[in-house]
């Protein structure tokens, strides 16, 4: 299957402060990519979907000027949590796939802390 | 409401016993993927089934894909602690443009 890398696995940050999450497809071009986030023993929540070049789309009830998505080319994507705050602390999840209904492969996630 | 529905929710079972989850919807899915996540890591996918009445057989896991593709069956035979997870489907409607994740069932196969 293909890879899909997350950095940094975990990141402890203080409030307040902002955290970037990096999200690559190392061994194919990924036109779509997601992040999601996950609590303790729940399944995924989608945040966002973004498209290489073009502005993320959002799920409703997340705020995209506190969730900055960019996928400035084919294999990365970032995510950045800004101002963060202590219930900002999650699993953050991305996946991403070669084109439309085409399979998606996860990251191994990466663990915020906020305190 | 749920697009998906994942049943059981939980369930705890002795190795070596068999097993079935089950994934609904009342939606018609074009592509529907079954994934295993383990605790601090991302989903892996298992498969995907596009057709209906698609059976595949990953060693000891035999998915189903149901004959109008609303819904569709994992069955575990001899069940291993290694099994031990959270299992979830997601379902792609209609062609478009996101896989549609169900709430999952978390499986743990006791020694």
């Known amino acids: 299957g293909a890879v899909v890398s997350q950095h940094p696995s975990r990141v402890i940050c203080k409030s307040g402060t902002s955290v970037k999450i990096e999200c690559r497809s190392l061994d194919f071009q990924a036109t779509t990519m997601f992040w999601y986030r996950q609590f303790p023993k729940q399944s995924l929540m989608l945040m966002a979907t973004s498209n290489e070049g073009s502005k993320a789309t959002y799920e409703q009830g997340v705020e995209k000027d506190k969730f900055l998505i960019n996928h400035a080319s084919l294999t990365l994507s970032t995510l950045t949590v800004t101002s963060a705050h202590p219930e900002d602390s999650s699993f953050y999840i991305c996946?991403?796939?070669?084109?439309?209904?085409?399979?998606?492969?996860f990251g191994p996630g990466t663990r915020l802390t906020v305190t | 409401t749920q697009l998906l529905e994942q049943s059981p929710q939980f369930l705890s079972i002795q190795e070596g016993e068999n097993l079935t989850v089950y994934c609904n919807s009342s939606?018609?899915?074009?592509?529907l993927q079954w994934y295993r996540q383990e605790p601090g890591e991302g989903p892996v996918l298992l498969v995907t089934v596009v057709t209906g009445g698609e059976v595949k057989k990953l060693k000891r896991l035999t998915f189903q894909f149901g004959d109008a593709r609303k819904d569709s069956s994992l069955h575990i035979t001899a069940a291993q602690t290694g099994d031990t997870g959270l299992y979830l489907c997601?379902?792609?409607?209609?062609?478009?443009?996101?896989?549609?994740f169900g709430p999952g069932t978390r499986l743990s196969v006791l020694p």
């Open positions: 939606s018609v899915f074009s592509s």
């Open positions: 997601a379902g792609l409607v209609d062609y478009g443009q996101n896989f549609v």
């Open positions: 996946s991403a796939r070669a084109g439309r209904g085409r399979e998606q492969y």
